[in-house]
């Protein structure tokens, strides 16, 4: 009795130690995987903006946690079924049963790691996701106050947005202060215009990304192209305004439902109405029926894992992706019917969860039943059976 309990420590430590190593390095690369989307257009930022590296990389930084809610279910799955694979395959699952351990007992070690991705995941959920998108837009707007800065733009033509030419004199970088300021102003193809002036400054609504400069005496010249008129007007006071995000890789700056967190979409959802409400209120119920899709996932990938024969070192990755992808179709599935019949939204996140949860549960009761229990083993042959030659 004790040599099975040592032998069953001794287990817990040696997969704990294999599932977390697997683990982590799938994470990163499904992480990066994804992060990869958005470098293109960062390294645009670097190569035509001049924006510093050091604002990339906190970019990419603050673009992993709205990831991080599909890698690291993924990588928990990729990890699991690899490693129990890999015990099948080379027979360390029958000398366990020969030692007299219970099959069962695997998932100790399995739902330990489980437990700890599920806090994982409902922290970046619930909290980081929302912190890393205000992080994320505050990145840009600096970014966006870099590419029009004044202070080190003086006596320059500075063309970073797009159709507009802005030229300052003289900068009072204490009182923030310009004078000598030429805008030309090309956006509208239908006409032309340049402002001129002899002071202002400048100023930039962090929320919208506006840019206005607040102008004093100045005029403004404008060509109209279709009509062929030229107009000229001499102003004491006038306000150019102009949007930053033209120069910035992502445009949108409202925050997304996924990208709340509970007190934002509690407060969006008493506020909204009809679909919007619903959208809500599936969002508040998904920071938590996501990470809890990890429980059904120890039920499942235990017996799949066990159960899985000597396929190919790619099989895993395969049988991991094709229960993820089902899950998450399953899950739109589940909202498109929510959203039409206006089922309960507690029940149309949960859902996907219970049925993957019963199909665990059932396979796992046949973890240590040798003849019965053969419900993969049935499918697989079903699909490798070869066409019976015609009579």
Same mark, same amino acid.
């Given at each position: 009795m004790k040599r099975v309990r040592f032998l069953r420590r001794k287990l817990y430590f040696y997969l704990l130690k294999e599932l977390i190593l697997l683990f982590f390095l799938s994470l990163i690369v499904f992480t990066f995987i994804l992060v990869m989307s958005r470098l293109g257009k960062m390294a645009d930022l670097v190569i035509n903006k001049g924006v510093d590296f050091k604002d990339i990389v906190m970019l990419i930084a603050y673009s992993c946690p709205p990831f991080l809610a599909f890698t690291l279910p993924m990588a928990f799955l990729l990890s699991t079924v690899i490693v129990l694979g890999r015990l099948s395959s080379e027979n360390e699952i029958l000398a366990l049963k020969a030692s007299g351990v219970n099959l069962m007992y695997l998932f100790v070690p399995i739902s330990v790691l489980g437990v700890a991705i599920f806090f994982a995941g409902f922290l970046n959920n619930s909290l980081l996701l929302s912190k890393s998108s205000d992080a994320f837009r505050t990145t840009l707007v600096d970014i966006a106050k870099k590419g029009i800065s004044i202070e080190d733009k003086e006596g320059?033509? @500075? =063309?970073?947005?797009?159709? $507009? $030419?802005?030229?300052? =004199?003289? $900068? =009072? +970088? #204490?009182? &923030?202060? /310009?004078?000598?300021?030429?805008?030309?102003?090309? #956006?509208?193809?239908? +006409? #032309?215009?340049t402002v001129t002036a002899e002071t202002g400054y400048v100023n930039v609504d962090t929320d919208t990304l506006d840019l206005s400069f607040k102008l004093k005496n100045g005029s403004l010249q404008r060509w109209e192209k279709q +009509?062929?008129?030229? #107009?000229?007007?001499?102003? &004491? =006071?006038?306000?150019?305004? %102009? @949007? /930053?995000?033209s120069i910035l890789p992502n445009r949108e700056f409202r925050k997304r439902p996924y990208e709340m967190d509970i007190n934002e979409l509690r407060k969006a959802f008493s506020t909204s109405k009809g679909e919007d409400r619903y959208e809500f209120s599936l969002e508040i119920y998904k &920071?938590?029926?996501?990470?809890?899709?990890?429980? +059904?996932? $120890? %039920? /499942?990938? /235990?017996? %799949?894992?066990i159960k899985r024969k000597t396929e190919g070192r790619l099989s895993g990755v395969v049988y991991s992706l094709l229960i993820f992808i089902c899950y998450y179709i399953l899950s739109a599935i589940m909202e498109n019917i929510g959203k039409v019949y206006e089922a309960s939204p507690l029940l149309v996140c949960f859902a996907p969860n219970i049925i993957f949860s019963a199909a665990g549960i059932y396979l796992a009761t046949q973890l240590n039943n040798e003849d019965k229990g053969r419900v993969l083993d049935k499918l697989r042959g079903l699909w490798e059976r070869p066409y019976a030659p015609a009579d």
């Open positions: 320059i033509f @500075n =063309d970073t947005i797009p159709g $507009v $030419v802005i030229y300052i =004199d003289r $900068v =009072d +970088a #204490r009182n &923030k202060a /310009l004078s000598g300021i030429v805008i030309s102003d090309d #956006r509208d193809e239908a +006409a #032309r215009q +009509a062929e008129a030229y #107009r000229s007007l001499s102003f &004491k =006071d006038y306000t150019f305004s %102009l @949007n /930053l995000a &920071k938590v029926s996501v990470p809890f899709s990890i429980f +059904a996932f $120890v %039920l /499942l990938t /235990l017996p %799949l894992g």
